[in-house]
Nanobody, 123 residues
Framework: QVRLVESGGGAVQAGGSLRLSCAAFGLSKTYGMGWFRQAPGMEREFVAALSWSSTRTLYGDGVKGRFTISRDPDKNTMDLQMNMLRPEDTAHYYC?????????????????WGQGTQVTVSS
């Protein structure tokens, strides 16, 4: 059974940084992994994803140049380094995985979801 557990959320001022982590259990190393986020009253939004070998990465337009996704396949963990945070980055962030090495920004293509972790950025 696949289980994704996020950590590292919190509150930070605009311009600050946070690092989110996701621990994957029961997940093959060949799975793609990524992050989505959802702000109150908004639809879930693609943030970033990478293939199992980390050779392919995708970023949402709103985070390019500020966020960096990485993973350690040996430990089955994935991180999201978030720099230059803005109030509009405030959201619940979800770790996701899919049973394919191909990564896509489409929400329904992701098989597994964690419970999420809250990120709050104040101005």
């Amino acid at each position: 059974q696949v289980r994704l557990v996020e950590s590292g959320g919190g509150a930070v001022q605009a311009g600050g940084s946070l690092r989110l982590s996701c621990a994957a259990f029961g997940l093959s190393k060949t799975y793609g992994m990524g992050w989505f986020r959802q702000a109150p009253g908004m639809e879930r939004e693609f943030v970033a994803a990478l293939s199992w070998s980390s050779t392919r990465t995708l970023y949402g337009d709103g985070v390019k140049g500020r966020f960096t996704i990485s993973r350690d396949p040996d430990k089955n963990t994935m991180d999201l380094q978030m720099n230059m945070l803005r109030p509009e980055d405030t959201a619940h962030y979800y770790c996701v995985a899919r049973s394919s090495s191909i990564v896509v920004p489409t929400m329904h293509e992701w098989n597994y979801w964690g419970q999420g972790t809250q990120v709050t950025v104040s101005s």
